[in-house]
């Protein structure tokens, strides 16, 4: 079936530094790709999301760009704050059966002045 | 454009007990999803409705049942509840079913069993 697999975390940097997360998946066809981020004690947020391959997603700084050949949706930022501090949830719509999400597990990132 | 809201934000439930949570879905949005995130995990498909029938369910016993009104708000309930039940809940609206279409999520409900 289709899965989400995203790099253990936490993730833990310095202000300004470069930040990638790696996401990969297995899907049926052509799905879309999000990026979601979840602050501590709230729901999820969108963040970005590529709805064919090629397509780059970019918003607050961070960008993602569907790779169909490597299967990939890794997210960058150039520079990370203190407040990108989340955990982020790399997810895909499955087109098999229910339209639905299926979600990596996360990956905390922890970013410190 | 109010966004997806659900209630309660906190619920506390002892085991064999029964739950209802509810989700207001955002404007303009005809379809809800409910997904059960444990800690540390990433959020689980429970359900999903349209135009007030179910659309689809994943991985989750029958205790676990939900209805959409007529105005495309949602209820889940969960029956006997048990230990692992414990999660927060999310709900999130879209507006059209069988497409590709961005889900918006509440900020969940965050039930504990005990």
């Known amino acids: 079936g289709d899965s989400v697999t995203q790099m253990e975390g936490p993730v833990t940097l310095s202000e300004e530094a470069f930040l990638t997360i790696n996401c990969t998946y297995t899907a049926t066809g052509y799905p879309s790709l999000f990026w979601y981020v979840q602050y501590p004690g709230e729901g999820l947020q969108l963040l970005l999301k590529?709805?064919?391959?090629?397509d780059k997603g970019s918003n607050k700084g961070f960008e993602a760009t569907y790779r169909k050949e490597t299967t990939s949706f890794h997210l960058e930022k150039g520079s990370v704050q203190v407040s990108d501090s989340a955990v982020y949830f790399c997810a895909l719509t499955s087109l098999s059966g229910t339209y639905k999400y299926i979600f990596g597990t996360g990956t905390r990132l922890k970013v410190l002045a | 454009e109010t966004g997806v809201t659900q209630s309660p934000t906190h619920l506390i439930k002892t085991r064999g007990q029964q739950v209802t949570l509810r989700c207001s879905s955002q404007?303009?949005?005809?379809?809800v999803s409910w997904y059960q995130q444990a800690l540390g995990q990433g959020p689980q498909f429970i359900f999903q409705y349209y135009r007030e029938e179910e659309n689809g369910r994943g991985n989750f016993p029958p205790r676990f049942s939900g209805l959409q009104f007529p105005n495309y708000s949602s209820e889940l309930n969960v029956n006997a509840l048990e230990l692992d039940d414990s999660a927060l809940y999310l709900c999130a609206s879209s507006s059209a079913e069988g497409s590709t279409d961005t889900q918006y999520f509440g900020p969940g409900t965050r039930l504990t069993v005990l």
């Open positions: 590529a709805t064919k391959a090629d």
């Open positions: 404007s303009g949005h005809n379809t």
